[in-house]
């Protein structure tokens, strides 16, 4: 059964139209991630939320917003997208408690921009 | 800042033989590494973890291995299948409970 499950799979936007990718878990994880990963590079984090606390990387772009409105959803919001945000976007979880922090990704969702 | 290195070529064994996949770190030791696969479009997926205090841990067909001295992690698959074929990646603890620092990933090719 999928844990972490992320929609849409494909999404294709135009330049700079505002795009919405969701996650969800059934796994009762305290933390949820968003990672972008370009071809062949490692996945770069974008931000994390512990339980309803935000923290972003400082060098994740304003253009990227991120909501947790409970436990089991979290959003990546993309407010004007350009050519160099296509990627694949990849939501993950952790318990967030103890020291081993293994990550649980779902198959994430490749973005193109026209 | 601490770093994770791969080997950035791709490794093309034959199926049987053991598949060697190799990683570094620089500066101070992590508390752990942990080492996933990546099949093309999808996303990365949790095999072994090791501690800092571990010199090897086994899970089927899979081996790691932590040498603090050499600063270095071993990835094994033994027996090697067509289906291992797949980008591995090795990460690293950021000093923290929640933030991973990433290697870019080796890919391994198993040929039949």
């Known amino acids: 059964d999928a844990m972490v499950i992320q929609n849409p799979r494909y999404q294709v936007t135009q330049f700079g139209k505002p795009v919405t990718l969701s996650c969800s878990q059934t796994?009762?994880?305290?933390?949820m991630y968003w990672y972008q990963q370009k071809s062949s590079q490692a996945p770069k984090l974008l931000f994390h939320?512990?339980?309803?606390?935000?923290?972003n990387e400082a060098d994740t772009p304003d253009n990227f917003q991120s909501r947790r409105p409970n436990t089991s959803f979290c959003f990546l919001d993309i407010r004007s997208p350009g050519l160099g945000d296509a990627a694949m976007y990849l939501c993950a979880t952790s318990r967030g408690t103890g020291v081993t922090g293994e990550l649980f990704f779902g198959e994430g969702s490749r973005l193109t921009v026209l | 800042s601490q770093k994770i290195e791969q080997n950035s070529e791709a490794l093309n064994i034959q199926e049987g033989k053991t598949a060697t996949l190799t990683c570094n770190y620089t500066n101070y030791s992590p508390a752990y590494l942990q080492w996933y696969r990546q099949d093309p479009g999808r996303g990365p997926v949790f095999l072994l973890l090791i501690r800092e205090n571990e010199k090897e841990k086994r899970k089927e067909r899979l081996k790691v291995t932590f040498d603090t001295t050499l600063k270095q992690s071993l990835f094994h698959i033994t027996a090697s299948q067509p289906a291992d074929s797949a980008t591995y990646l090795c990460a690293r603890d950021a000093g923290n409970n929640r933030k991973l620092i990433w290697g870019l990933g080796t890919s391994l090719a198993v040929n039949p």
């Open positions: 939320y512990y339980d309803k606390d935000f923290n």
């Open positions: 796994l009762n994880h305290n933390v």
